[in-house]
């Protein structure tokens, strides 16, 4: 945390840790209006091309350490942006769960019965995980990636995931675009958005 942000919020640095959260590249299923889910689909083209952008940019804090969602999209991201530090996966930094609905259109999931879903709806897609479910989740992830202090720490994760950290430091929440990233100050009392990219993308 800067010293600015120390001043301004009441936080001493010891007791907080800036979360660099990174939404993933865009995968080879983005666009498509596909709900990707826990699909493990691979970046595009474009996404390696995204991501090595972002990199070139050295905005990012230099870390040894990665913490990253499980999920291949994921994983890469977080490869071509820190090609020489340990990738670690993180289960609970998945996206939402979204069960029979996985890798489903609009339409295809009104053709079973359901009505239509957006990331930070409460109630769960069929076989799939509640708003609540995935807050939860998410909150003991991070929770203990902050534990382990270091001041920065970078994370690879999902537009729905950052969603619900904005929601839980009060913000309204919304998908940030691919490769856009999000930093939170986390304390054992406090959840600060301190840079957000500002504005929101179509979830699929």
């Known amino acids: 945390m800067t010293k600015r942000a120390q001043e301004r919020w009441g936080v001493h640095v010891d007791e907080a840790t800036d979360l660099w959260l990174v939404r993933h590249a865009v995968s080879s299923l983005s666009g ?20 090595r952008g972002l990199k070139e940019k050295s905005i990012l804090p230099e870390v040894r350490t990665v913490i990253s969602s499980s999920l291949i999209r994921c994983l890469q991201t977080a490869e071509i ?8 996966r993180e289960e609970r930094l998945r996206t939402r769960n979204l069960g029979r609905w996985t890798g489903r259109t609009a339409a295809e999931i009104a053709d079973d019965g359901g009505r239509w879903f957006f990331p930070f709806a409460l109630g769960a897609p069929p076989e ?19 534990a382990t202090g270091g001041g920065h720490q970078v994370v690879v994760t999902h537009g729905a995931v950052i969603g619900v950290v904005m929601a839980m430091a009060g913000m309204e929440p919304y998908i940030i675009p691919q490769c856009s990233y999000c930093v939170v100050s986390w304390s054992p009392d406090r959840i600060l ?3 957000h990219p500002g504005i929101g993308v179509p979830p699929v």
């Open 128 to 146: 799939g995980e509640t708003l609540g479910e995935l807050c939860a989740r998410v909150s003991d992830a991070l929770r203990d990636i902050a």
């Open 32 to 51: 498509t209006g596909r709900w990707q889910g826990w699909l493990d689909v691979p970046l595009s083209d474009r996404g390696v091309a995204q991501a």
């Open 193 to 195: 958005i301190l840079d």
């Open 81 to 88: 942006l820190y090609p020489n530090a340990h990738v670690r």
